[in-house]
């Protein structure tokens, strides 16, 4: 059953090659239409990834997300718009529905506009919050594009994030400089489900250019508490992306030469190289995780190997195996446990009876095959195979297959002879049933003295 | 009605036909006894006429469902049955936790009649297993007194005693499939048995008590009764000097073979020689051989001195064993009595200590109406018949005053257990009645003169004066006139007549209901029935997952493991007080706390009765003190009882209710939405007939998924966690559409990220 | 929590001064060393103050009790050897004092301020005073307080409660004094009791062996039991109840409830009952006059009827719905 299944996700995944894991259907949202060309480089190389882009402005009546309940594209791109509210169809419910319905979605600042309060008010129902009254400029006196803002500070130059921390896979970090221009910076709350890409330098702060101008008395965030890029993904694996700054995804940007303050020489931005990695990953391209198939047995000689029993007996072995793959752009490729990661097995109820390691066993093509083998615990129950592994970066894999542990059976029992400390009880028995039988036999043989015992009496 | 003119003239006609050769005799009983056992089964058919063959109320719902499982994967399956459908997620071994007799009798029956090419479906096999078997308990009754008497019509009236009277068919009506079905059959049969052994003192009689005693520990846990009883008997026996050889084989027979069957039950194991219920057995077993040794010894020794020395020796021994069994009990090697056992000696035992089993309505003490109710005019002839046991005081009759002694005093502690004490009541009182009926339906007067000798010959004190009945010091001379006569036998008539109406009427009206169904009389005064029970239960079974796990309190979880046919936390096999106490803990915390608990057991749905539309008295608001007591046994920190109560020490549910009431999840489940179907301010519990607050209360990690029509079931779906890991009451708040106010100002010093 | 208050207005400035005066350290140690003497410490007012003053880096459980038959207390009187033989045995087991707990007691004839300054109305009270420093430092500076409301508790139930509240101390178990006492005293009356039977075996034997007695025995016992008997004991229910006005009611209403009288009532009516058929079954046919014996039948019947039409009534009034009934009590 179950390999039939992966067999099935395996065609589809062939079929829907060259495009995103999750569908192809991708809206921009845009003040004017027009506001396109300045990004045009961005979006050819997202239709050259293979989305097919539906462009809308807000405020559009043909614009829902929801056709018939279905949604009815996969993933929503939002450029900078200036007007102040984003109209009926989306509030932040509807967005948030978006996102329960497995919907992806990139979203981008900018300090030049204000951020529409719908957006404002769902990012604070991920736990995203963002500098007061909607306003607020990110500036680094340290690390600034010499040439485009030498005295508004407002360009930041960045190195590449590298990996979040140690075990985790590393997306992003294939840009060399990056250029982050007027951004408006976020901080996020404590939800393991957020995780900032791309955090400002130490010195890095975000003050309100409107009000703050002379002195910064109150500040929103700074250092590496102010978040330039952040994601978050939901529990269904949907995915939300905030980028900072829109001008970084740019065609301006994009093929921008910059030098950063203290610098000879000037170099060319990798903001392309970045922008294609953060956009991959918010729509699915990276960093999906399928698991093929799940299959546990008995593991004991003699027993038939029947694949994934329902009920197993205390202290049997068995062995656990799961078939893991991960999507990287356009197609499948065996996924690999980061170093000083483990993929770990749950054998559960309540509470965890076993924690174990997996090991890669098989390696194929588009797969790798995890497994673990273990002696069930001297605890009879319901228990659930456990894989839950959720890691930044990575969609969540979590499969419970639940199994029961019966007691042992009247006949699997050692039998008495078997064991020797029971020979003693044995030996009495027999020496028991013997001398009843003697004792009868020599009671009815005895019958002539009964007689002579009654002579006597009489 | 039947009942009473056989009963009644049963004895007429015996003595009518007195004379007349002994066939006719025969066939008449026989044919008594049949018409008996049919209104023995008629009587217990109410239920399935009124409302249809449906099992009843909560355990019989398990035994069907075993029964079924038995019937469906064979016996060794149903031996070794691992269930992972209760007692989520622990799972239930219960082949080796249950009593097998009662499934293993109706699955027996089953393929005999498929075997007799009969197809029947097994429920009904189940609905009617006890009406069949009260006939067979109106036989052995009527065998238990022809061994108590020589009047050959007690035995009928204590037969058609047994067939109709309450206390037993309150436990036997068809539907109610429950061990005590079989067991009181098996109960009278084998003390029957012990009797015969004991006057015959053959191994074989005691080889067949033994056998169907293994039988009763196959099927009933009140086997404890009888492995205390017969011990008794045989050492008030002893103790009247009345030891006998026939005593020691019958009892030893008995003893061994009844012991080594009743190990055989997983479920009892070890039990017989580790706890102290059976300890008296095995301690008189020792006694009586050390007596057997003694008497033999007397038999060879004359002096005089010499016995009463090896007396005094055998009183030290018993004493000396008395002692060793309480040390070794206080030492642990041998389990003390069981709870339930326990606190039918120490009445506040329970109540103290087993809320579990203190809280269980059948546990508590019978207040004197219960007794009229269940025995009717037995109940006063149940002491005249234990005094005419003392005249002519044979072995027997020792064991019937010991037995009415013992029924009645546990009977007065458990109501229960007024199933162990109808036997005895029906046998004595039937010794009474056939005694005065005897007396006084004697056609032929007696003339006084010559009637002394031959009456003398036969009357009934036979033993030395001193230690006979005083009322029997004269011999029997008989009734002189015949208006006495009348007036008695139409005396005894009517009461007879009233019994059967009483017994008719009990049954009818109170015996008869299955607690799964309830009726009600609409104004016009038509039966409305509310189904609601089975409606719920149903809907369970069509709408959600094969697995969803439902939480629920114990009582319901037989029917819904029954009926619903879904895996529940707990049922009425309350073998884990702790895993109870944690339902308890859930139903009685705030959703804060309970939330965690129910995700850690994977509750899909949460199941309360509740009775306040309808005025439903039994339902989980009324119960709810005791989910708590139950919690706090394990919990004393976290649940408090004296939260519950306003702090002038009332239990209230209206707008004065404690906060802790308000906030805990069973009151929350109950009243919600509950003031919307009425008009504002009239919100209104009709069991606790108290208004309620306008202002219901709000559940946020749950939703409603379904009310039964009535209001008496509420299902609610346990929520998931938040998908963008919000809270749940933030989650809902965010639904009912009130945005979040800018917290990140307000949030007083700003949690920093690690990373 | 209204005594609260009080306690700390009270309890700062003691415990400054304390404090000033002498580290709580040897605070501890100078009341450890009276607990070793004897525990639980008798304590009056200055010593309760002295001994409970924040900040303090002990436990301290104070038993405030009125011992005196004055106050007639008769809780406190059943609680008091049991909080005695807590005390004595935990710190038997803890001389070292390493669970840093004191016991004490304050009898109200001592301590009447604290109690007035407590605002205690009842007793016994059992306060239970948290560190405020030291490693095993609460928060709440306010003692735990103990209820009775459970009836009279045995010292393992306040063991378990105070072991709760003390985590990660040493719990010293609770040691009950065996009474050899006691058990000589048994000993020797069992012995003198059976002498004395032996002795006076000739008189007993026959009042043993008279069948008479034993079937009276057994028929009072089993009238008791059939009467509700045993449901008296275990509710404890009243004996007789007073109607509105000023009559009394010797039924109770209702199928579960009865009274004490009620039960006797009923237990007398069985007993008549069964007595008339007795003697109707028994004696009468043994009576050799005729005339005696036609009065006898009669008038037993009689009563029989009666008694019972009058059992059937009473019935009635347990339950309302019983349909049955007989002449004369309609």
Not at chain 1, 258 to 276: I, L, P, R, S
Not at chain 2, 657 to 674: R, V
Not at chain 3, 291 to 298: A, G, P, S, T
Request: glycine share 8%; aromatic share 12%; with cysteine.
């Amino acid at each position: 059953m179950k390999f039939l299944v992966s067999f099935l996700v395996l065609v589809f995944a062939a079929v829907a090659q060259a495009i995103s894991s999750s569908g192809s259907r991708l809206l921009v949202i845009l003040e004017d239409v027009a506001e396109k060309a300045g990004y045009s480089k961005f979006l050819a190389d997202l239709e050259g990834r293979g989305f097919d882009i539906a462009y809308e402005t807000p405020k559009s009546e043909s614009l829902s997300l929801f056709h018939l309940g279905e949604r009815s594209y996969d993933h929503i791109l939002f450029l900078p718009t200036k007007s102040k509210g984003l109209g009926p169809n989306l509030t932040p419910n509807i967005l948030l529905q978006f996102i329960n319905a497995n919907g992806n979605i990139l979203l981008t600042l900018s300090s030049s506009t204000a951020t529409p309060s719908s957006i404002v008010s769902l990012l604070l129902e991920l736990d995203i919050y963002l500098p007061a009254d909607r306003q607020g400029l990110v500036v680094d006196h340290f690390n600034y594009d010499a040439l485009s803002a030498s005295e508004k500070h407002d360009v930041l130059l960045l190195q590449p994030p590298g990996a979040l921390r140690a075990g985790v896979k590393d997306f992003f970090s294939d840009a060399s400089v990056i250029a982050f221009p007027n951004g408006m910076g976020q901080t996020l709350g404590e939800g393991a489900l957020l995780a900032p890409v791309l955090r400002a330098p130490a010195t890095g702060y975000s003050y309100n250019p409107k009000e703050q101008t002379e002195t910064v008395d109150d500040l929103f965030a700074s250092g590496s508490q102010l978040s330039l890029v952040s994601t978050m993904q939901a529990r269904n694996s949907a995915r939300f992306t905030v980028v900072g700054s829109a001008d970084m995804l740019s065609d301006k940007w994009f093929d921008a030469k910059v030098k950063k303050v203290g610098e000879k020489d000037t170099v060319k931005t990798g903001n392309q190289e970045f922008a294609k990695a953060i956009s991959g990953w918010a729509f699915k391209e990276t960093g999906v995780l399928r698991v093929n198939w799940v299959e546990h047995h008995l593991n004991e000689e003699g027993a038939g190997n029947a694949s994934n029993p329902k009920i197993y007996r205390i202290k049997n072995d068995v062995t656990y195996s799961i078939s893991l793959s991960e999507y990287s752009w356009d197609k499948y490729i065996p996924f690999t446990v980061p170093e000083s990661d483990d993929l770990q097995l749950e054998f559960s109820m309540l509470s965890a009876f076993h924690r174990l390691k997996l090991n890669p066993t098989i390696s194929s093509a588009d797969s790798t095959t995890y497994s673990s083998s273990f002696k069930l615990p001297d605890q009879h129950g319901i228990f659930n195979f456990m894989v839950n592994y959720k890691r930044p970066f990575f969609t969540n894999v979590v499969e419970k297959n639940t199994v029961s542990v019966r007691h042992f059976a009247h006949d699997e029992w050692p039998r008495s002879f078997a064991i020797s400390g029971a020979w003693p009880w044995l030996a009495g028995i027999g020496a028991t049933v013997t001398g009843w039988l003697a004792f009868c036999t020599v009671w009815l043989y005895s019958a002539p003295a009964a007689t002579r015992e009654s002579k006597k009496t009489r | 009605m039947a009942v009473a003119t056989d009963a009644s003239s049963a004895p007429m006609e015996l003595l009518v036909s007195v004379g007349k050769n002994q066939s006719t005799k025969t066939l008449l009983r026989v044919l008594i006894l049949c018409f008996i056992a049919a209104a023995a089964v008629a009587s217990r058919l109410f239920s399935v006429i009124r409302f249809e063959s449906i099992i009843h109320e909560f355990d019989p719902w398990f035994n069907f469902r075993a029964t079924k499982y038995l019937v469906a994967h064979g016996f060794y399956d149903f031996w070794n049955w691992f269930d992972d459908r209760t007692w989520h997620p622990l799972g239930r071994v219960t082949g080796g936790t249950l009593y097998p007799g009662l499934m293993v009798t109706s699955g027996a029956i089953y393929h005999a009649l498929r075997a007799l090419t009969v197809p029947v479906d097994i429920r009904n096999i189940c609905v009617l297993l006890a009406p069949a078997f009260s006939g067979l308990t109106a036989f052995a009754a009527y065998l238990l007194t022809n061994e108590m008497t020589t009047s050959s019509s007690a035995g009928l009236l204590a037969a058609a005693f047994m067939g109709i009277t309450p206390g037993y068919i309150s436990r036997s009506v068809a539907g109610s499939y429950d061990n005590e079905a079989i067991a009181i059959f098996l109960l009278v049969y084998t003390f029957y048995l012990w009797i015969k052994a004991l006057k015959v003192g053959s191994v074989m009689w005691g080889a067949l008590c033994a056998l169907f005693y293994g039988y009763m520990v196959a099927s009933w846990g009140g086997y404890a009764f009888i492995t205390c009883l017969i011990p008794l008997h045989a050492f008030v026996l002893v103790c009247m000097g009345r030891f006998s050889n026939r005593l020691y084989v019958a009892y030893n027979t008995w003893y061994a073979l009844g012991t080594l069957a009743s190990m055989q039950i997983p479920f009892v194991g070890f039990a017989p020689v580790s706890t102290s219920e059976h300890m008296p057995a095995l301690g008189i077993f020792g006694f009586l051989q050390l007596v057997a040794f003694l008497e033999y010894v007397r038999s060879a020794v004359p002096s005089r001195q010499f016995q009463t020395f090896l007396y005094v020796g055998l009183g030290g021994v018993f004493g000396v064993a008395l002692l060793g069994l309480v040390g070794l009990t206080t030492g642990g090697y041998i389990a003390p009595w069981s709870g339930r056992f326990y606190s039918l000696w120490d009445t506040s035992y329970a109540k103290i200590h087993i809320p579990i089993i203190a809280s269980v309505s059948e546990h508590q003490p019978t207040a004197w109406p219960a007794f009229f109710f269940d025995l009717n005019m037995l109940i006063w002839l149940f002491p005249a018949g234990v005094y005419m046991c003392f005249q002519k005081l044979e072995d027997e009759h020792v064991f019937v005053i010991v037995y009415a002694l013992f029924g009645s005093y546990f009977a007065g502690v458990m109501v229960r257990l007024m199933l162990t004490l109808t036997p005895v009541v029906c046998v004595a009182a039937a010794i009474a009645a056939s005694q005065l009926l005897d007396t006084y339906l004697v056609y032929k007067s007696p003339v006084a003169p010559e009637a002394k000798e031959e009456e003398v010959t036969d009357g009934t004190a036979k033993k030395s004066k001193q230690s006979a009945l005083r009322s029997t010091s004269q011999p029997v001379v008989g009734i002189y006139t015949l208006i006495s006569k009348g007036f008695i036998a139409g005396a005894m008539t009517l009461f007879l007549l009233i019994f059967v109406q009483h017994c008719t009427w009990v049954t009818s009206n109170a015996y008869s209901s299955p607690s799964v169904v309830l009726a009600s009389r609409m104004p016009d005064g038509s039966q409305h029935i509310i189904d609601d029970y089975r409606e719920a239960y149903q809907w369970l079974r069509q709408n959600t997952k094969e697995d969803a796990k439902i939480m629920s309190w114990w009582d319901y979880g037989y029917q819904i493991g029954g009926m619903a046919d879904r895996p529940t936390l707990v049922d009425n096999n309350t073998w884990n007080n702790t895993h109870i106490a944690t339902v308890g803990k859930a139903m009685s915390s705030r959703e804060e706390v309970s939330y965690p608990i129910m995700r850690q057991h994977e509750v899909d749905y949460v199941l309360v009765v509740f009775g306040g539309l309808l005025g439903y008295s039994g339902d989980d608001i009324n119960k709810f003190l005791w989910m708590v007591r139950i919690a706090e046994g394990i919990w004393p920190d976290e649940v408090k009882e004296r939260d519950y109560f306003t702090p002038r020490g009332e239990y209230r549910v209206d707008s004065e209710a404690s906060e802790t009431m308000k906030n805990s999840l069973m009151y929350k489940m109950s009243y919600y939405n509950y003031c919307s179907l009425f008009p504002p301010g009239q919100a209104q519990d009709r069991v606790r007939g108290v208004r309620l607050p306008d202002q219901g209360p709000v559940l946020n990690t749950l939703e409603e998924a379904y009310t039964s029509e009535n209001w008496i079931i509420r299902i609610y779906k346990v929520k998931d966690l938040d998908n963008v890991g919000r809270d749940h009451a933030l989650a809902a708040s965010f639904d009912r559409g009130n945005k979040k106010k800018k917290a990140g100002k307000k949030r007083g010093p700003r949690v920093l990220r690690a990373e | 929590m209204r005594w609260l208050p009080a306690l700390l207005s009270f309890a700062l400035p003691f415990g400054a001064l304390a404090a000033k005066k002498s580290p709580s350290v040897d605070r501890f140690q100078e009341f450890h060393t009276k607990a070793v003497a004897s525990s639980p410490i008798k304590l009056a007012d200055n010593s309760y103050k002295k001994l409970t003053s924040a900040p303090r880096d002990h436990s301290v459980a104070v038993l405030l009790t009125a011992l005196d038959a004055r106050y007639g207390c008769q809780l406190c009187g059943e609680f008091q050897p049991e909080w005695d033989v807590l005390g004595k045995s935990w710190v038997r087991g803890d001389k070292k004092g390493e669970s840093r707990i004191i016991f004490g007691t304050l009898d109200f004839a001592d301590g009447r301020d604290t109690f007035l300054s407590l605002g205690l109305q009842t007793a016994p009270v059992l306060l239970l005073f948290q560190p405020t420093t030291g490693p095993h430092a609460v928060p709440a500076a306010d003692p735990i307080r103990y209820d009775f409301t459970s009836g009279p508790q045995s010292a393992e139930t306040v063991y378990a409660w105070i072991a709760r509240h003390l985590p990660d101390r040493p719990h010293p178990p609770i040691y009950r004094p065996v009474n050899y006492v006691g058990w000589v005293v048994t000993i020797v009356s069992v012995l003198g009791i059976a002498g004395a039977l032996f002795k006076l075996s000739p008189w007993i034997l026959p009042v043993l062996q008279n069948r008479n007695v034993w079937a009276g025995l057994s028929l009072i016992g089993i009238l008791l039991f059939t009467s509700g008997h045993m449901f008296n004991q275990i509710r404890k229910v009243p004996y007789v109840s007073g109607n509105g006005k000023g009559g009394i009611t010797y039924f109770a209403g209702g199928f579960q409830s009865q009274f004490g009288l009620e039960t006797q009532i009923v237990a007398f009516i069985y007993g008549l009952l069964s007595f008339a058929a007795i003697s109707l079954a028994i004696k009468a046919p043994r009576t050799r006059d005729t005339k005696l014996q036609q009065i006898m039948v009669i008038g037993w019947g009689l009563v029989m009827v009666i008694t019972y039409s009058f059992l059937m009534s009473i019935f009635r009034i347990k339950n309302g719905g019983y349909p049955f009934k007989l002449p004369p009590f309609m």
